[in-house]
């Protein structure tokens, strides 16, 4: 293996070796052949047809605002522009616009508005490839609202190529602009649209709405609780006034045995006459109620005076009332006893028993005065009760209905509240719009700023100096290598000592090299004397013609100049017409 | 310069006074006997360890100027002598140091000491024969331990005396033909063992008859045994069929090729004539051969040799 490669690297050697020798042995053919033929192909390159450039960049700037403001809320977007910007510049339509702007194609020569016909595609391309146009856009910058653009044409003359760049630019620069207005109504249509979809829908919750409301009267829907609170309230209420009422049957009920007890009855029973002439214990009742007014009355005057309550304390309110009650009793004893009198001679239980017992009959009579008074309460506490339970069954199965409609209806509330907010939205987003719509400036939505124009020059982008000389200087190596190979391969001559062995199968016993004799130095003498001014012939040669390829890439002007007084020196020897100026002009 | 001349001088002086007389090659009369008793430089340097160690010294003769050693010997002029010669001019090269190697790469070939008799050729003309030729014998006379001759057997394009700026006759021609002596035709140089043969005077229609008659084989025979290398620069081989008349006789050849020159197929044709006719290819000489730039030889070589 490794003999293997000790071979391989020593053919490597002898090669390049080798190549090395002949290189060295032939280099006056390599130097002719490198400079003839690239001489000659640095000449032919001067007539290569050459591409002329022109380029424009400018800046698309996008109102922020009304970019994001069309983007997060419309079908529309501007990153439709920044998607078909290439389209837009380098499509054929903008193409043959630019065409018709800059007088490539006749002005009538576009019929439609849209695709290009056959016709038109094919005027296009006659005239793009008379001139050898060519377009190509990119994009230099791009962030969502800024981009900057750079636009760039090719042509066989650089002064329609320059025309054509501009005419491109100034093209899109409109249409983006017409584009851009029909983002703006479209989207204000669309605005428009929507908010009359959800103002619509809020006029239908709110009727939806209304219709609850209507369902509970008194009582707001989106408020059960407080709709259960008055439900707890109503059912206390029922149960107190429940409540006033057992006590009332229950003070009746006393009232009731106490006037059929024993006592009364046999004090009554004895005497009728007793019974009827008994006088009524009406002075001791009065006189009872007297002394508890006068008492109440002393309590009311002590919490007042020495307890210093006001006439708002409850204590003073509760003996208030007791005070009046206690009134109210004393007048209603003395009325319903003058009635009694008046209308009855006959002499009533009550009459004989006061008759007979003047103090028991007072304490009937009072017991049937609260009795009576106790039964009128009774009656109104009925009422009131009957009352209060129709109230509460009513709002019972209210409730119930309510909290079964609740989450409906708050629903409904939170959708209506939010058609209402989103409506507001798009109302907001429609009047941001209409300002901007109703702005006078063309340039509403983006701005265009132009950073670079497209300069005059006579300088060819193509082909590329340095293409120039890699291919002419390629075709002079290639020469060279070729004509030493080709004297290579016709040289019988030994050219080592080892071929000598190989071919003869002798032994070289020496090798004697060259004699520095007079001879041979006259000769190589007389060989420098030739070459010299041939080599120096051939490489001013060389380096002329490469100095007017790269004139004619880089500095036309001087290339110009050089081919003019180049001529003039040909016609001043006599030469036949000369070819350079014609062809330079052509 | 001048004091190089001297030295060289006083060696040949001393090299005089053992003797008694001046150092010349060996009688023709008697190198038809190799077992004669013929003076060679590889004696005259053995018998005197100071002309031995001062040969030996390669600071000395890379510096010898115009200068003429003697009368008998071939005039070292500088001027003259081709700029191709470095084994003269230039002795501490990295060219010269080649030839040594190469010098030192035949040595070991010849273990035995056997004498030897080398054929330079080549495939086509203008490779470096002579030149190899030269600077070969040069380097291999240095330090006197064998006997040096360096013969010009390429008889239509002679270029050693050229070279060496010396006339062309008498030479191997005139020895073949047998109207030159030994004596007249091998010439001393100031080195004491090593001798140079020129190619001599020849016609057009003499070549076939020279290379090809049994007197080219007897001189080469009386050469070889005179002689520890004799160096014989030869036409080219696909050019003439000289080589492949003398060569056979030789104890081998070197074949040069000219680097990035020389086509494959002519040196295989070359090399292929040759052993068809039975010629013993000792090995291939690379000419011109140019080393990298900055090859790590040359950089310790001048290293090596530039430290003084």
């Not at chain 1, 509970?216 to 006033?244: C, I, K, M, Y």
């Not at chain 1, 190979?485 to 080892?498: K, P, T, V």
């Not at chain 2, 054929?119 to 331990?145: D, F, Y």
């Not at chain 2, 001393?188 to 290379?211: Q, R, S, W």
Request: aromatic share 6%; with cysteine.
């Amino acid at each position: 293996m490794a003999a293997h490669q000790d071979r391989a690297l020593d053919d490597l050697r002898n090669n390049l070796h080798e190549y090395a020798r002949m290189l060295r042995r032939r280099w006056r053919l390599g130097l002719l052949g490198v400079c003839v033929v690239g001489s000659v192909a640095f000449w032919i390159s001067q007539y290569v047809p050459r591409q002329y450039g022109a380029a424009t960049i400018f800046e698309r700037r996008d109102d922020v605002v009304l970019r994001n403001l069309i983007h997060a809320n419309s079908p529309y977007s501007f990153e439709q522009l920044k998607s078909s910007i290439k389209l837009d510049m380098t499509g054929s339509r903008a193409l043959a616009e630019a065409a018709v702007s800059i007088g490539l194609l006749p002005a009538d020569a576009l019929t439609s508005e849209t695709a290009l016909t056959n016709t038109e595609m094919r005027q296009l391309s006659q005239a793009l490839r008379q001139y050898d146009l060519t377009a190509r856009v990119s994009l230099v910058q791009s962030s969502p609202s800024l981009d900057t653009i750079e636009l760039r044409c090719s042509g066989n003359n650089p002064e329609v190529a320059r025309q054509f760049v501009i005419a491109l630019r100034d093209n899109y620069i409109q249409r983006t602009y017409s584009r851009i207005s029909e983002i703006l109504t479209g989207t204000r249509e669309f605005f428009e649209q929507e908010v009359d979809r959800f103002q619509a829908r809020v006029t239908d919750a709110s009727q939806r709405l209304q219709e609850q409301f209507d369902q509970f009267p008194g009582v707001d829907p989106s408020d059960p609780a407080s709709a259960g609170t008055r439900l707890e309230t109503l059912r206390g209420e029922h149960l107190r006034l429940t409540q006033r009422q057992a006590e009332l049957e229950a003070q009746i009920d006393a009232r009731e045995r106490f006037l059929t007890s024993g006592a009364l009855t046999a004090a009554a029973e004895p005497e009728p006459e007793a019974v009827a002439e008994a006088p009524p214990a009406l002075p001791e009742t009065d006189s009872a109620i007297d002394q508890a007014i006068k008492q109440v009355e002393q309590q009311l005057a002590d919490a007042i005076v020495v307890k210093r309550m006001t006439s708002e304390h409850p204590e003073v309110l509760a003996m208030q009332r007791k005070l009046e009650n206690l009134r109210a009793a004393r007048d209603a004893a003395h009325t319903p006893l003058a009635t009694a009198r008046a209308e009855t001679a006959k002499p009533t239980a009550t009459e004989q028993l006061r008759k007979k017992d003047p103090v028991m009959a007072g304490q009937r009579l009072r017991v049937e005065l609260e009795l009576d008074s106790l039964r009128s309460q009774l009656a109104i506490a009925n009422r009131h009760v009957d009352d209060s339970q129709v109230r509460l069954s009513e709002f019972t199965v209210l409730y119930e209905r309510l909290l079964e409609n609740s989450d409906d209806l708050r629903q409904l509330q939170d959708a209506t509240q939010q058609d209402i907010a989103t409506a507001g939205v798009w109302r907001q987003h429609l009047s941001q719009l209409e300002r901007v719509m109703a702005a006078e400036s063309e340039q509403r939505g983006t701005q265009f700023a132009l950073l670079e124009e497209p300069t005059e020059t006579t300088r060819a982008i193509r082909p590329r100096a340095i293409s120039i000389f890699v291919v002419c200087l390629g075709c002079g190596l290639a020469a060279a290598a070729l004509m030493i190979a080709l004297a290579e391969l016709f040289d019988r001559s030994f050219r080592s000592a080892a071929q000598v062995t190989r071919s003869l199968s002798l032994p070289v016993l020496e090798c004697i090299g060259v004699l520095n004799t007079p001879k041979v130095q006259r000769r190589q003498f007389l060989t420098r004397l030739a070459w010299t001014p041939a080599m120096f012939i051939l490489l001013v040669s060389l380096f002329g013609t490469a100095s007017l390829a790269y004139a004619s890439l880089e500095r036309p002007d001087l290339h110009r100049q050089a081919v003019t007084r180049l001529d003039s020196a040909l016609r001043a020897v006599g030469a036949p017409p000369t070819f350079l100026l014609q062809d330079s002009e052509e | 310069m001048g004091a190089m001349l001297k030295v060289m001088q006083k060696m040949k002086a001393k090299a005089d006074d053992n003797d008694g007389a001046p150092a010349a090659p060996a009688d023709p009369e008697n190198t038809a006997a190799p077992d004669a008793n013929v003076t060679t430089p590889a004696d005259e340097t053995a018998s005197n360890p100071e002309t031995t160690a001062f040969i030996s010294e390669p600071s000395l003769s890379a510096k010898i100027s115009a200068a003429t050693i003697s009368d008998d010997t071939i005039e070292w002029n500088a001027d003259k002598l081709d700029p191709a010669v470095v084994a003269f001019h230039e002795r501490y090269s990295a060219v010269t140091e080649q030839y040594r190697s190469l010098r030192a790469r035949l040595t070991n070939m010849n273990p035995e000491q056997k004498h030897q008799v080398i054929a330079i050729t080549s495939s086509l003309p203008q490779e470096g024969k002579s030149v190899t030729t030269l600077n070969l014998g040069m380097v291999m006379a240095e330090g006197g331990e064998h006997r040096i001759l360096i013969a010009d057997a390429d008889f239509r394009r002679a270029s050693i005396a050229k070279m060496l700026g010396i006339s062309q006759k008498p030479g191997l021609a005139e020895l073949i033909r047998g109207t030159a002596e030994y004596s007249e035709a091998v010439r001393p140089t100031h080195l004491p063992n090593l001798k140079v043969l020129t190619a001599g005077a020849t016609k057009e229609k003499d070549y076939g008859d020279l290379v090809g008659g049994s007197a080219a084989r007897n001189v080469l025979a009386n050469l070889s045994v005179q002689f520890d290398y004799v160096f014989l620069d030869m036409p080219p081989v696909n050019t003439v069929s000289d080589v492949s008349m003398l060569a056979p006789h030789c104890h081998g050849a070197l074949l040069v090729i000219e680097m990035r020159r020389t086509p494959e197929p002519v040196v295989q044709e070359a090399v292929r004539t040759l052993q068809t006719t039975n010629v013993k290819i000792l090995g291939c000489l690379l000419s011109r051969h140019k080393r990298e730039r900055g090859h790590y030889y040359e950089r310790y070589y001048s290293y090596y040799y530039n430290r003084e």
